[in-house]
C-alpha cells in the first residue's frame, strides 16, 4: 500500500516536473524576453542567414533569365573555372601578402608606442599625444585615400611639393606597384597606431606599482624595468590579439584598399573583395563571384577556428 | 589610468637623455598624425594661385573661402549630406533598439536556450554569405537604390552585441533585479527602470560606435546606390568627386570655370570631417571605453 502511494506520488511530481519544466512553462514565465528577441532575431535572419542560401549560387550557372532556382546545377565547375583563373591565384596572393605584412607592421608598431607611452609620467602630455593619435581612426577611408593623393601624388602632392623644393626627384608614391605597397602598408600603420595602443595600455595600467619600485631600488634600469616588467604583463595580451589577426589574414578592408587603388597600380591591388566585387557587381558574373567569396570566407572560418584551439592550447581565453 | 611613477629615484638632478628622446619620439609621432590634415585644412583656405604654384604646405597661402561658398552652393553635395545625416540617425536609433533588445534577454541567466540563441547572433560574426549573397539578397527585396539597404542590413552588430551583453551582465546588480522582481516588475519594467538607467555610459558609447560607423562607411552605399544619384551618402559622394574623379563638381548655373579642383578638393574633406572632427575630442573617452570592453570577454 504505502509502496504503490510512494510510487504513485513519485509519478505524480514526475509529470509535474515535466509540464512545469516544459518549454511552454519557460515561454510562458519569460515571454517578455522572447518578445524583445524576435526583432533581432527577424533581423538576423533576414539579413545574415538567408544570403547563407545564396551561397548556393556557387555551385549554380546563374543566368538572370533562368532566375536563382532555374539557373542549372554545375557541381564543382565553377570553382574548377574559378581556380584556373590567372587573377584568382593573384588575388590569393595579395590577400596573403597585404594581410601578413600588414601583421608585422601595423600589429607591432602599437606595442612600441605604447611602451613609449607608458613611460610618460605627465599627465596632459600623454593626453594631447593620445588625442592626436587617435585621430586617422576616426577618419573614413575615403578620405583617407583622398588626403594620400593630396599629400603624396607625384605632381603636386605636398610631399613631393618638400622633395622638388630641396632638391629631389618627385618619387611617385601612389603610381608605381612596390612604392604603392609600401604606401598601403604605411598609411595602415599610421591610421591604426595610435588607436591600437588602448588596450596594451590598459594592460599596462593595471600593472602592480610596487613592481617598478622594488626594481628601481634593486638599480634596474629603465630599459630593464620595460623588459623584464612592462612587456612581460602585456605578453598575454599580445598573444591574444595576434592570434586574433592570425584568424584574419584572408580578411582585409574592401575599403581601404579601395580608395587607395589607381589604374597605374594593378600588380598587388587586387585582392579577393576587390575581385568579387569587379567578377560579381560590375561584371554581372554571379556565380564565380560567389565561389570566390565562398572560398575565402571557409578559409577565414577555418583559420578561426584554429586560432582559437590555438589560443586555448596556449592556456589563453579562446575567441569562441 | 593613473601614471606610474617609476623613473630612478636618484637620478632626479641629472638630466634624463632618454626620457627626452622618449618624449621627443612622442611629439614626432604626434605631428605625423596631425599634419596631413592640416595641410589639407591650409589648401582648402589658400587662393588657387598658391595651389597651383605648389606653394602650400602648413599654413593657407593668401586666404580665401571660395572654395567653402561652391560647396554650399552645390546642390549635389549638400543633398548627400542631407542623405548622410537621415542615414545616420536612423541607422544608430535601429541599431541601438536592435542591440538592447537582443543584449537584454542573452544577458539573463533564466532565459531557457539562451546558449544557442548566443550561438546563432555570434556565428555570423566568423561566417557570411559575403558580398554576392547580401547584394542578391538586397536585390530580391526590391532594396536597391533606397535607403533602407543602408539602414537595415548593419543594423545588427555582433560586435556591439557582445559589448552590450558583457555590460548588462556585469554592471546590473543581481539583488536589485531580484528586488524589483519581488514588487512584481517584469522583464519590461526591469530593462526600461533599472537597467538602461544603470548602462548610460556603454549606450553613449555603442550609439557612438553605430553613428561614427554609418557616417563613414562607403563600401555598401557603392554596392547598392547605383542610379539613384541622389540618394549617395557623403562618403559615396566624395568616392566618386575626389579619389575617382569621375564626377565634377556641379557650381551654379553660371557655370564657374573652376581653376584646380585641388582647393575644392581639399574644402570637401574638411567639409565632410568636420562633424567626425567637432565631437571628437568630447567622445574619444567613450570610444577608448567601448574598445577596451570589446577586448574583454565574458
Not at chain 1, 608606442?113 to 587617435?134: D, G, P
Not at chain 1, 622594488?214 to 629603465?222: K, N, P, Q
Not at chain 2, 622618449?22 to 611629439?27: E, F
Request: some cysteine; hydrophobic content about 50%.
Amino acid at each position: 500500500m504505502k509502496g504503490i502511494s510512494i510510487a504513485k506520488s513519485k509519478n505524480e511530481t514526475a509529470l509535474l516536473k515535466e509540464s512545469r519544466y516544459g518549454p511552454l512553462y519557460y515561454l510562458r514565465r519569460d515571454w517578455q524576453l522572447y518578445v524583445l528577441l524576435l526583432l533581432p532575431l527577424v533581423l538576423v535572419l533576414l539579413f545574415k542567414y538567408t544570403p547563407l542560401a545564396g551561397l548556393v549560387l556557387a555551385f549554380k550557372d546563374y543566368k538572370i533569365a533562368k532566375g536563382f532556382w532555374g539557373s542549372e546545377w554545375v557541381g564543382m565547375e565553377v570553382f574548377q573555372e574559378l581556380f584556373a583563373k590567372p587573377d584568382f591565384a593573384r588575388a590569393v596572393r595579395n590577400t596573403l601578402l597585404l594581410n601578413i605584412l600588414d601583421l608585422l607592421f601595423s600589429f607591432t608598431v602599437p606595442i612600441f608606442l605604447a611602451l613609449l607611452l607608458h613611460e610618460v609620467k605627465n599627465i596632459l602630455f600623454k593626453r594631447v599625444n593620445q588625442t592626436l593619435l587617435y585621430l586617422p581612426h576616426f577618419l573614413s577611408w575615403v578620405i583617407i585615400g583622398a588626403m594620400a593623393y593630396q599629400l603624396l601624388g607625384e605632381g603636386n602632392g605636398m610631399i613631393n611639393n618638400l622633395l622638388a623644393t630641396l632638391g629631389a626627384d618627385r618619387v611617385p608614391f601612389l603610381q608605381q606597384d612596390t612604392n604603392w605597397l609600401i604606401s598601403y602598408l604605411l598609411i595602415g600603420i599610421w591610421q591604426s597606431m595610435g588607436w591600437g595602443t588602448i588596450i596594451y595600455l590598459a594592460a599596462m595600467s593595471s600593472i602592480n606599482p610596487e613592481m617598478y619600485e622594488a626594481a628601481t631600488v634593486d638599480g634596474a634600469s629603465r630599459w630593464r624595468k620595460m623588459w623584464n616588467i612592462t612587456l612581460p604583463s602585456i605578453r598575454p595580451t599580445i598573444v591574444t590579439l595576434l592570434i586574433m589577426s592570425l584568424g584574419g589574414v584572408m580578411g582585409g578592408s574592401f575599403e581601404r584598399i579601395f580608395s587607395l587603388l589607381n589604374r597605374a597600380t594593378t600588380e598587388f591591388t587586387t585582392t579577393i573583395p576587390v575581385l568579387v566585387y569587379r567578377w560579381g557587381i560590375e561584371g554581372g558574373d554571379i556565380s564565380r563571384a560567389t565561389a570566390l567569396g565562398l572560398f575565402q570566407a571557409l578559409i577565414g572560418l577555418v583559420l578561426v577556428l584554429a586560432a582559437d584551439r590555438i589560443a586555448k592550447k596556449m592556456g589563453e581565453d579562446g575567441l569562441l | 589610468m593613473k601614471a606610474v611613477s617609476n623613473a630612478p629615484v636618484g637620478s632626479k638632478k641629472r638630466f634624463d637623455v632618454w626620457g627626452f628622446i622618449i618624449h621627443a619620439a612622442l611629439v614626432v609621432v604626434s605631428l605625423v598624425c596631425l599634419l596631413p590634415y592640416l595641410h589639407i585644412v591650409a589648401k582648402s583656405f589658400s587662393e588657387d594661385a598658391y595651389v597651383i604654384a605648389n606653394k602650400v604646405y602648413l599654413l593657407p597661402k593668401g586666404f580665401s573661402i571660395e572654395a567653402y561658398t561652391k560647396i554650399f552652393a552645390d546642390a549635389s553635395i549638400l543633398r548627400s549630406l542631407y542623405v548622410s545625416v537621415i542615414v545616420t540617425v536612423l541607422f544608430t536609433i535601429l541599431g541601438m533598439i536592435v542591440t538592447i533588445c537582443a543584449a537584454y534577454p542573452l544577458s539573463r541567466r533564466q532565459l531557457k536556450g539562451r546558449s544557442t540563441l548566443t550561438f546563432i547572433f555570434l556565428f555570423t560574426m566568423y561566417f557570411s554569405g559575403g558580398i554576392i549573397p547580401e547584394y542578391m539578397l538586397i536585390n530580391n527585396l526590391g532594396m536597391l537604390d533606397t535607403l533602407w539597404s543602408l539602414i537595415l542590413p548593419l543594423s545588427f552588430s555582433a560586435f556591439n552585441l557582445l559589448i552590450m551583453k558583457t555590460t548588462f551582465t556585469h554592471s546590473v546588480p543581481v539583488s536589485l533585479e531580484e528586488s524589483a522582481r519581488i514588487d512584481g516588475a517584469g522583464h519590461f519594467r526591469i530593462l526600461w527602470s533599472i537597467v538602461l538607467p544603470l548602462s548610460k555610459p556603454i549606450l553613449a558609447t555603442l550609439s557612438l560606435f553605430y553613428a561614427v560607423g554609418r557616417w563613414n562607411a562607403y563600401q555598401d552605399a557603392l554596392f547598392y546606390i547605383k542610379h539613384n544619384v541622389d540618394l549617395r551618402p557623403l562618403q559615396l559622394k566624395l568616392y566618386y568627386l575626389i579619389v575617382q574623379a569621375s564626377e565634377s563638381f556641379q557650381l551654379e548655373a553660371t557655370q564657374v570655370t573652376l581653376s584646380n579642383p585641388e582647393v575644392m578638393k581639399a574644402a570637401v574633406v574638411v567639409f565632410a570631417t568636420l562633424p567626425i572632427i567637432c565631437i571628437y575630442p568630447f567622445v574619444q573617452k567613450y570610444f577608448v571605453q567601448g574598445t577596451m570592453l570589446g577586448a574583454v570577454k565574458e
